[in-house]
């Protein structure tokens, strides 16, 4: 049976897609630069992290693109000031409870949290309050994780799952006490693990990675050409 196609309206342009079709997909067509930070294509479409945010124009509402599915006569805005300025706040939320000491981070120079922040011009997070705090977890000979780098996107969580059917990590808690960690255990080399470490190809930032990766940054910390590198890169800072 044929997919029905819908009519919509994106940025003004028309286009007609296959109804279900996510506005985030939709608007990817027109080349559309919409951020995403939890979205993994046909793997994690949780809707958790708020920045791919655009404005209905029939209803006025803001929804997520990623999670959101066209429908006849729908018009899209992807990018006004109210649009920048709600991305940007919740980019601040996210950053209010994370380990913001960028230059010391492992993920330094591949972050995609960080980019994202300077792409927005954040400098400063407005919302400062109390911080999860968490050890690192070295327990297993190839993966670093920091549970306070992590932004709860659930990426790890849903490649474990579903791609690797391991479940090794899982999100526990509620409200502030949330956290992505080993099921039902501390450390990773106590959890089911199998340490493909797939979970560290889609983290996006420096919560999961693979320790030959950091072996070679700590390498180029100590070469002085590298060392100034990774130190100059810009950083977010809470005022
Ligand atoms: Fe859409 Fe995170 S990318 S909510």
Known sequence: MENKLVNIEIDG???????????LD??????????TLCYLEEKNLIGACRICLVEIENSGKLAASCITPVSEGLKIK?????????????????????????PSCISNESCELREIAEEFGVREVRFEGKKSSYQIDQSTPSIFRDPE???LCRRCESVCRDIQSVEAVQVFGRG?????????????????????????????TGALREKEYIEEVWQALDDPEKHVVVQT?????VS
């Open 13 to 23: 342009e028309s286009i007609e897609v296959e109804a279900e079709t996510s506005i």
């Open 26 to 35: 939709a608007a990817k067509i027109l080349n559309k630069d919409i951020p």
């Open 78 to 102: 992807t990018n006004s000031s109210r649009i920048r300025r709600n991305r940007k706040m919740n980019l601040e939320f996210l950053l209010s409870n994370h380990n913001i000491e960028c």
């Open 149 to 151: 780098k992590c932004i």
């Open 176 to 204: 502030f006490e949330t956290v992505i960690k080993p099921s039902f255990y501390e450390n990773l080399a106590d959890s089911p693990c199998v340490l493909c470490g797939q979970c560290t190809l889609v983290c996006p």
């Open 233 to 237: 890169a810009p950083a977010v800072r």
